[in-house]
Nanobody, 124 residues
Framework: QVQLVESGGGLVQAGDSLRLSCAAS????????MGWFRQAPGKEREFVAR????????YYADSVKGRFTISRDNAKNTGYLQMNSLKPEDTAAYYC?????????????????WGQGTQVTVSS
């Protein structure tokens, strides 16, 4: 049974940092590209970042470029999203997802496995 479990969310002030983690089990983690998505209330789920199988090929949404960094540790079956200079508009539930493709996919419908999400709230 494949499981992706996010952690690290919380309530922070604008300008603060958070590091989200995504622990994977039940799959060969190194064979899957990983993505992070977010969804605010009343809005569609949107792409945040993705990273390739071996940790290369990081790609970001324009809204987070320069502030967020995606990474992974295949030895630990864990992915990360370092979020710096957080803004109130970053408030959302954050989800990690996995797909067995090296393509630079930003469409959430293309991802196979999903975590349950972790809430990030940024106050002004």
């Amino acid at each position: 049974q494949v499981q992706l479990v996010e952690s690290g969310g919380g309530l922070v002030q604008a300008g603060d940092s958070l590091r989200l983690s995504c622990a994977a089990s039940g799959l060969t983690f190194s064979s899957y590209a990983m993505g992070w998505f977010r969804q605010a209330p009343g809005k569609e789920r949107e792409f945040v970042a993705r990273i390739g199988l071996s940790g290369i090929g990081a790609y970001y949404a324009d809204s987070v470029k320069g502030r967020f960094t995606i990474s992974r540790d295949n030895a630990k079956n864990t992915g990360y999203l370092q979020m710096n200079s957080l803004k109130p508009e970053d408030t959302a539930a954050y989800y990690c997802a996995a797909v067995s493709s090296s393509a630079y996919m930003t469409n959430p419908n293309r991802y196979t496995y999903w975590g349950q999400g972790t809430q990030v709230t940024v106050s002004s």
